[in-house]
């Protein structure tokens, strides 16, 4: 994935397995043991997630994600 693609995807307000797949790179089954390990961390925070939903915003934090480097990036391509 480009800068654009990823900056697309990340500003969708909810994060699915497939979306965290293609932001980390990881297979199937290391992305389910990812996303469990972002949801165990949301929930103890007293978080309440819809089913199989993470909030996009949490996972660009948990990931550390640079938005504004993304930004710099996908407007240097055009």
């Known amino acids: 994935m480009n800068a654009k693609e990823t900056l697309n995807l990340i500003s969708k307000q909810w994060c699915n397995l497939q979306d965290l797949q293609k932001l980390t790179g990881l297979g199937k089954n290391n992305a389910i043991k990812l996303k ?43």
Not at 59 to 75: G, H, P, T
């Open 36 to 78: 469990n390990e972002i949801k165990t961390d949301l929930q103890s925070k007293g978080y309440l997630l819809p089913n199989k939903q993470l909030p996009m915003n949490e996972v660009v934090n948990y990931l550390k994600i640079n938005i504004s480097y993304l930004q710099k990036m996908a407007k240097e391509s055009y």
